[in-house]
């Protein structure tokens, strides 16, 4: 991929099964190796793929839904399917009541389902897995 495309994006990702996470201006989409948009750069918030299937925050339903490699809907998130991979130093976009928050995770208790995030505001607050539907 070169510079200019590079430049584009706030964030790239590393590729994973075929496709790169970005982020532009606050968006999350997909870009293929070559740095063409193959799904949309829409979404709030988004993991990777696994098994061809990706979990995102649409604004336009206010909810996180399933999508799969061709950013065609699947079917709504399942909160017991959520899987913590974060780790201390990441930054995270998650939902908490409805509103999209964002910070550096410091602390992880996997014991007690908890993780504490450093604000951008430069507050810290701690919230519990479940609560957390943008953590996949």
């Known amino acids: 991929m070169n510079e200019e495309i590079l430049s584009e994006y706030n ?5 994973n099964e075929g496709l790169l996470l970005c982020e ?5 989409g997909f870009l293929n190796n070559i740095g063409e948009v193959v799904i949309e750069i829409k979404y709030l918030s988004s993991g990777i ?14 909810c996180w839904i399933v999508i799969n490699e061709k950013g065609e809907y699947l079917r709504d998130y399942e909160r017991e399917k959520l899987v913590f991979n974060y780790f201390i130093g990441d930054i ?16 992880i208790n996997k014991e007690k389902g908890t993780f504490t995030v450093k604000r951008n505001d430069g507050s810290n607050i701690w ?6 539907k943008g953590l996949v």
Request: glycine share 8%.
């Open 49 to 62: 793929f696994r098994n061809g299937e990706c979990n995102v925050y649409c604004s336009d339903r206010k």
């Open 11 to 15: 964030f790239i990702g590393i590729e």
């Open 127 to 132: 919230r519990r897995f479940e609560w957390c």
């Open 92 to 107: 995270v976009n998650y939902v908490y009541k409805d509103s999209i928050e964002s910070g550096e995770i410091i602390k």
């Open 24 to 28: 532009k201006n606050g968006k999350f």
